[in-house]
């Protein structure tokens, strides 16, 4: 990622996140690359903030994600758990911020309302068919996860769960060691 954020593309990992039938599924996958070598293969991406009415997942740098987490927490309690201004202030401070406009991870948030995906170029997207991946299996997974939802009746964390298998077995900075968390 380049440091002025124009193309948010992260190696080393993928998150994906489907909204279904009132349920809301987000997951990622284990590894941790540096450089071209994978270095630890059970790493945990999703997080619970809002005492667990916000689940993110993140790609990019670990130790950046966890400092924008803690952010983000702080903009959620702020606002009252709102993720759609929650998400804003947290863009807005994100690329203005002398020390955070260097970070370098994009985090996919959700809530039983909201599905949004967060940059550091103060982009706030939000997908208007409940499906947003990151990372550099992202574009593999939402695929598989729009051809699951196109062809299948099945629920939002399966769909996440198989839409990231298949992302494993094409990148090889995606393992099978997944994790999937819910909301509604």
Not at 14 to 43: F, M, N, W
Not at 83 to 94: H, N, P, S
Not at 161 to 176: F, K, R
Request: some cysteine.
């Amino acid at each position: 990622m380049s440091s002025n954020h124009a193309n948010p593309v992260i190696r080393s990992t993928t998150i994906l996140t489907v909204r279904r039938e009132g349920k809301v599924a987000i997951g990622g996958d284990g590894q941790v690359s540096l450089g071209d070598a994978a270095i630890k293969h059970d790493a945990r991406k999703i997080r619970p903030l809002a005492d667990g009415a916000v689940l993110c997942g993140f790609a990019g740098s670990a130790a950046d994600a966890f400092a924008l987490l803690d952010r983000f927490e702080g903009k959620l309690e702020q606002h009252k758990t709102n993720l759609r201004r929650a998400a804003i202030e947290l863009a807005k401070e994100w690329r203005t911020d002398r020390v955070l406009r260097r970070l370098e991870s994009v985090i996919l948030a959700v809530s039983k309302d909201a599905t949004l995906m967060i940059s550091g170029s103060g982009d706030v997207i939000e997908p208007t068919d409940g499906v947003a991946g990151s990372g550099s299996g992202g574009n593999y997974a939402v695929a598989a996860a729009r051809a699951l939802i196109a062809h299948t009746d099945l629920p939002a964390d399966k769909i996440v769960e198989s839409a990231l298998a298949i992302a494993a077995d094409i990148c090889v900075y995606t393992n099978q060691e997944i994790v999937v968390e819910t909301l509604g």
